[in-house]
């Protein structure tokens, strides 16, 4: 029992601070319940237990993440301005990020690398890592701004 | 309220659970077990993700913490006025489905026979 609470508190470090401040104790308590029951009743528990235990708290866990972007009036919910002010930044920091990652790689020992693992390395450096961070960025950068707005305006009526 | 219509069958077994009376965490799925004849197995991601949704939403509020026979403090939920406004709409949605179904010879022939017991 002591065993299998232990397994059941690492999967709610999973979940989102908030959700967890808000539902942690409460989602330990049911698993314990649930759990003693069923080991009350069939003597033993099954893998079986286990397994849907773990898929329906692997969903949950993706989804109440997923939730920060669209629920509720949290900092990245995903709204229309936010959009829009975070397109604006792409670009320039897609520049920027492209430069910052072109300049390291050439600062760092090159390895011997041929064929497809050079392909793969240049599509990292090139595309795909710039790419991303400078979506991530702009739409952080974005809440920031719009939240600061938003902040200043109430603050002057 | 419309666009709360239809609820998912989570939502809809948590409500009718809580029309029999207010229901801490585990209390809910054994309760939803019973109703749908452990067709519908809840797990505990499932039932907590479903009760946040619920009480954002004004269908379900929080009755309170109390303590059971092993001393453990539990939280209760219980249905508000949306929620059992909610509830009954779904359940006339799936009566009148029910009729749709009879209407046009559909009716499984085992649910006739049980429906004659």
Known sequence: MKNAVQIYDVLLRFYPQSYREAFGAQMRQTFIDHYRDVEASEGQVSMGFWLSALTDEMQNILRQHAAIFTEGDGFLKVTFWKSVVAAAFVLPLYVIFYLLLVRLSLALPHPPVSGISAVLALAAVLLILPSVLSLMVSYVLASALIRALSERRVRHG | ?117
């Open chain 2, 1 to 117: 309220m419309p666009s709360l219509l239809p609820l998912t069958p989570a939502v809809f077994h948590i409500l009718l659970a809580l029309a029999k009376g207010e229901k801490h965490g585990y209390e809910i799925m054994k309760q939803v077990r019973r109703d749908s004849q452990d067709t519908v197995k809840m797990g505990n991601g499932t039932l907590y993700g479903s009760i946040k949704r619920m009480l954002a939403d004004g269908l379900i509020q929080e009755a309170g913490d109390r303590a059971e026979n092993d001393d453990t403090r539990r939280k209760y939920y219980k249905l508000t006025r949306l929620g059992r406004k909610a509830l009954d709409a779904e359940m006339k949605r799936y009566i009148d489905t029910v009729q749709v179904i009879k209407g046009y010879d559909l009716y499984p022939k085992l649910l006739k026979a049980k429906a004659h017991l």
